[in-house]
């Protein structure tokens, strides 16, 4: 009976300070936690996606341009359907959930079991919380962006090395529909468009950087005793640096740099 007493006591422990990790910015929501380990303080106060207030509103306009949800071309989702996950605050395991990306509302969709029935909340945004599948990670963060500013969104790690780590953005879009002007041309459905930018993690300077496509701003992303080494990777191996395989390349050598000059030894 002691020892039960001093695991529900030990339990509450943790439970308060994950909670107490999370920024102060859902200091209410954390507030709202009076149970012992009551995970809907991780939770948005609706508790909805902004994913139903996207449709209600293209349902809502169903007299203009597209019609209904139904006719909408594309996913406002990285994967359309949920799947198992693990939350971390920190390293702190809180638990395995049912999750997917809404790129759209840039949100974590969340469900404790996979039934259709089950309503999803929207997980808080926060950078010390990580959301782990089978295939990818995901995790809040700041970083600077195409255009110089200093933004937030998900991102996706592709990559962790001892120098760099690599991550991808991906964002959707919505583009409202057109009505055909005439019999001789068709309408345009309303959609979602999505764009993959990637970015680049400097751990000894402990910035994100948005990764140009462009070579000499790429290069401009390295210290300058390295800038000539990935340059000559760059173009021994021809890597088009628009694709995630070459970056992966780019950073899996440039993780190497502090120990040996792999280019100069023509590898």
Known sequence: MKKQFLTICLACLVFTAVNAQVSQSTG???????????????????????????????????????????????????????????????????????????????EIEIKKTNLEEEQHKALIKDENIRIVFDDKVLQYASFVDEDGKVTQDYLISMLSGSNYNLYQRYSVKYVEGKEAENSMVNAIPARFTNKTQYYLKDLNANLVSYIPTKKSKLLDLFSSDKKMQVAALIKKKGLNLKKESSLVQILTFANTLNTVDLASQGK
């Open 28 to 106: 209410d929501l954390r507030s709202q936690a009076t149970t012992c380990g009551d995970l809907d303080a991780l939770f948005t106060q609706s508790g909805n996606s902004l994913h139903n207030l996207i449709y209600a509103d293209i349902n809502a306009s169903s007299t203009a341009t597209t019609g209904s949800a139904q006719t909408i071309k594309g996913s406002p989702f990285l994967a359309d359907n949920f799947q198992e996950s693990k939350i971390y605050v920190n390293d702190q395991l809180l638990g395995s959930f049912y999750s997917r990306f809404n790129a759209y509302s840039q």
